[in-house]
T-cell receptor, first 114, second 114 residues
């Protein structure tokens, strides 16, 4: 049973426009949500996180929005750049067995076209 | 330069052989993790360790073993009992395992069992 879902396997946008990556979750007990960016054959890189008590967190070109009632979060990248082309993973932190663990979605491949 | 190193980048083994993947970090992080990524899938947790000489099973621990004898090292052994060992393996670490602290990932090891 997938607790974190990224329903769009891919997204293509033009350079300079906004990229919106979506993520849905089922467990209302998640405390934090994170976004990671991953290039092929490399480890994921942490981008931005948000606590479940907030609805928005911004860091430069990256903004994450959280809608708890809809169990939905999104990552906005403005403006999009070709170097942003990568797979983006949404992840949630769940407290289990005395520690926090990450639960990942399957990822969305973003392509930013010049 | 602080970071997480995984070696080797690519590893080939014959079916039925045990193989050990290396993970070293010089970030002084207490917690370390092993994940597995398969094509089109998110990351799945194999084992994690919150502190030296302690580790717990993740979601897919069968066929794997770990040790945590030193703070900076968390090697993963893929045993012959693992039925489908070919995958991309990622090691991660974090300062702690509570409070929404992000995990930082190494570059990964791609294991191919022939």
């Amino acid at each position: 049973d997938q607790q974190v879902k990224q329903n769009s396997p891919s997204l293509s946008v033009q350079e300079g426009r906004i990229s919106i990556l979506n993520c849905d979750y089922t467990n209302s007990m998640f405390d934090y949500f994170l976004w990671y960016k991953k290039y092929p054959a490399e480890g994921p890189t942490f981008l931005i996180s948000i606590s479940s008590i907030k609805d928005k967190n911004e860091d430069g070109r990256f903004t994450v929005f959280l809608n708890k009632s809809a169990k939905h979060l999104s990552l906005h990248i403005v403006p999009s750049q070709p170097g942003d082309s990568a797979v983006y993973f949404c992840a949630a932190i769940v407290y289990q067995g005395g520690s926090e663990k990450l639960v990942f979605g399957k990822g969305t491949k973003l392509t930013v076209n010049p | 330069d602080g970071g997480i190193t995984q070696s080797p980048k690519y590893l080939f083994r014959k079916e039925g052989q045990n193989v050990t993947l290396s993970c070293e970090q010089n970030l002084n992080h207490d917690a370390m993790y092993w994940y597995r990524q398969d094509p089109g899938q998110g990351l799945r947790l194999i084992y994690y360790s919150q502190i030296v000489n302690d580790f717990q099973k993740g979601d897919i621990a069968e066929g794997y073993s770990v040790s945590r004898e030193k703070k900076e090292s968390f090697p993963l052994t893929v045993t012959s009992a693992q039925k489908n060992p070919t995958a991309f393996y990622l090691c991660a670490s974090s300062i702690g395992s509570s409070g929404g602290i992000p995990q930082y990932f190494g570059p990964g090891t791609r294991l191919t069992v022939l």
